[in-house]
């Protein structure tokens, strides 16, 4: 596919209460706002040490990156594209190149004619924001898949590169039939191919909506968790596992789902990691991640939209084994007087630390206020210490994130998102907060 000209368009829990963790929280800019479901939101700029490159979405709906030097503090700042659409599910995410250069990769979120595709930059200069391109944007469609999906909208980026595969780009994102696709590129994203829908509800329901998170070892696997569809819209949303590997999709087991030209397949036929019922409730997903080889998961259960019950799940033995990590409050948008809330199941949110998977920061309510926490798994695995990281604070931290892709040798930062205002993804006044945490 040609780019198209470019135009502006149940566990037993051990709760320490401890001081905050050692170290100042920073701002890394006053004004920015992400999504949970475009990541990587934040990754390690190689070859250069120690540098972590992220982004956001602005109060007047302006993309931007950043770079941020762990040793000397120092950030950089630029603009990928001027009032693009006040909203957070547009953020930016990233990918190093072969050759050192960035990769940023987002879209509109919706459907409207005159706003849909996928849009990118590249750098020119290894790890310097400031030297990415103009914008780009693609519209990854055939009418074949038009003809049979019928719905076409641009939601979500996913980049991830493959080693084994000689450098192969995947980008994942929700488009056609508002179900999760897939494109490639084989020439560090100049030209891309045509698009594939990946996961579909078995009778083509174009208003369903899987919802994905993806992890990838930059190998020879992207990891996948999904759900049937929107919390708020499947009354039991369960969660399902599966990898890709050279050329197929496979379950936890090791057995085969479907090739790439068999594409799509549909939930059931992954494995199922959490079946929602009435009694435990419906689920959502926050982030995935390996430990020696073997997925973790981190979920929300949700009894009823005002509990919102945060769970780790790792694969073993054959088997999901399931621990409950902590009862976090219910939802972070402020909901307006006499209005109903929109998003109730807005959690605050979990990330694992990919470097060390026995760590998850998590977003939960003490006092009335969203704060962030780190929860590490004990040797038993039945039991969690949990240790504060933000405390007394004056407005909600939520939607915590630890850059991927760091090595052996580099700080380890945390980031998340403070909010003076959050009433819905399309009016909010946020920051992107930082902490060094090792």
Request: include cysteine; hydrophobic fraction near 35%.
């Amino acid at each position: 596919m040609q780019l198209l000209p470019y135009h502006r368009v149940a566990c037993f829990l051990l709760l320490l209460v401890l001081p905050a963790a050692g170290g100042a929280q920073d701002k890394l800019t006053d004004d920015g706002a992400w999504c949970w479901f475009s990541d990587p939101r934040a990754i390690y700029s190689h070859p250069r040490k120690n540098l972590v490159v992220t982004g956001w979405v602005t109060k007047d709906g302006s993309i931007e990156a950043a770079s941020l030097d762990l040793k000397s503090g120092r950030t950089e700042k630029t603009t990928l594209y001027s009032k693009l659409e006040v909203d957070d599910h547009d953020n930016p995410a990233f990918l190093v190149l072969p050759n050192g250069n960035l990769l940023a990769m987002y879209t509109w979120h919706g459907g409207r004619k005159d706003a849909m595709g996928v849009i990118q930059n590249i750098t020119s200069t290894p790890g310097n924001v400031r030297s990415f391109s103009e914008p780009r944007v693609f519209l990854p469609r055939t009418e074949e898949l038009l003809k049979t999906f019928v719905r076409e909208t641009y939601t979500y980026a996913n980049p991830f590169m493959l080693s084994r595969e000689n450098n192969r780009i995947y980008c994942f994102g929700r488009w056609i039939g508002f179900k999760p696709n897939l494109i490639t590129s084989e020439d560090g994203g100049k030209t891309w191919s045509e698009p594939k829908v990946v996961v579909t509800s078995r009778n083509l329901d174009v208003n369903n909506r899987p919802y994905v998170k993806y992890y990838s070892d930059g190998i020879s696997r992207v990891h996948m968790i999904f759900t049937d569809g929107h919390p708020a819209v499947e009354p039991l949303n369960s969660v399902y596992y599966c990898y890709y590997e050279d050329g197929s999709f496979w379950r936890a087991d090791g057995s085969l789902i479907c090739t790439l030209a068999q594409l799509p397949f549909h939930p059931s036929d992954a494995s199922l990691v959490y079946q929602a019922s009435q009694e435990t409730g419906k689920a959502w997903i926050f982030d995935i991640v390996t430990d020696k080889g073997k997925p973790v998961v981190a979920y929300t259960r949700y009894p009823s939209d005002t509990l919102h019950h945060y769970y780790y799940a790792r694969h073993e033995g054959g088997a999901w084994q399931h621990h409950k990590l902590i009862e976090s409050g219910k939802w972070f948008p402020q909901t307006q007087p006499g209005a109903r809330e929109r998003e109730v199941n807005y959690s605050g949110g979990m990330t694992f630390d990919p470097s060390d998977p026995s760590v998850i920061y998590l977003s939960h309510q003490v006092n009335g206020r969203f704060e962030i926490s780190k929860a590490r798994r004990e040797h038993s695995g039945n039991s969690w210490k949990i240790t504060p990281v933000t405390r007394n604070s004056e407005f909600d931290n939520v939607r915590p994130f630890v850059p991927r892709f760091r090595k052996k040798g580099e700080k380890n930062v945390l980031l998340w998102m403070q909010n003076r205002k959050y009433i819905h993804y399309t009016d909010y006044d946020t920051s992107i907060m930082y902490k060094v945490i090792r």
